[in-house]
C-alpha cells in the first residue's frame, strides 16, 4: 500500500515527463503514458493520487508571450487599502492581459502594497490597460515598470538527477 504524500519511481518518472513540452496531439496523456512505459489509464489514475494527496498541486502552460506577439511587459504597483485587497483582485484578475496579481508588504519608502504583470503588444497597451484598471477599481496611486529585458523564463525541474 502507497503512503499518502509518498513519491515512488513510477511518480517521479511521469513527473519528469510532464515537466518538458505538452505534446501537441490528441492525446497527449496517452503519448506521455507510452514514453515512459504505461498505459494511458495508469498515469491518469497516478496524476489525480498525486493530486488528490496534495503531491501535485497544480498544472499550468507557460506562454511564451513574447513569441506570440505580446511584446511589452510592465509590473503594475498599486496602493490598495487592505479591506478592499480581494475586491481589487478579482477586478483585476478577470481581465486575461493580468497573468499575476499578488500582495506585498510595504516599507517606509514603497508604500505599494498590490501587484500584477500586465502584458500588452506595445507599452501604450499596457498603458492603456492600467488606467482602465485604475477606473474599474477606483486606484488612483500606482506606477507602471517596464520590461527590460527577459533574463530567465523557466519552471522548476524535479527528479532530473535520476
Not at 42 to 54: A, C, D, F, I
Amino acid at each position: 500500500m502507497k503512503v499518502q504524500g509518498a513519491i515512488d519511481d513510477m511518480d517521479k518518472r511521469i513527473i519528469r515527463a510532464l515537466q518538458g513540452d505538452f505534446p501537441i496531439v490528441s492525446q497527449p496523456y496517452k503519448q506521455i503514458a507510452e514514453e515512459i512505459g504505461i498505459d494511458e489509464e495508469t498515469l491518469l489514475r497516478r496524476l489525480n493520487s498525486m493530486k488528490e494527496t496534495g503531491v501535485l498541486r497544480k498544472m499550468g502552460a507557460v506562454l511564451r508571450h513574447f513569441d506570440v506577439g505580446y511584446r511589452a511587459n510592465a509590473l503594475g504597483v498599486w496602493i490598495v487599502a487592505p479591506e478592499h485587497m480581494d475586491e481589487v483582485a478579482e477586478k483585476m484578475c478577470a481581465h486575461p492581459e493580468v497573468t499575476h496579481c499578488y500582495d506585498r508588504n510595504t516599507t517606509p519608502d514603497w508604500p505599494y502594497n498590490f501587484y500584477t504583470m500586465l502584458h500588452g503588444r506595445t507599452e501604450k497597451d499596457c498603458i492603456e490597460l492600467a488606467r482602465q484598471l485604475s477606473e474599474e477599481t477606483g486606484i488612483k496611486n500606482y506606477q507602471l515598470q517596464f520590461t527590460e529585458k527577459e533574463w530567465k523564463k523557466t519552471s522548476m525541474k524535479y527528479f532530473m538527477e535520476e
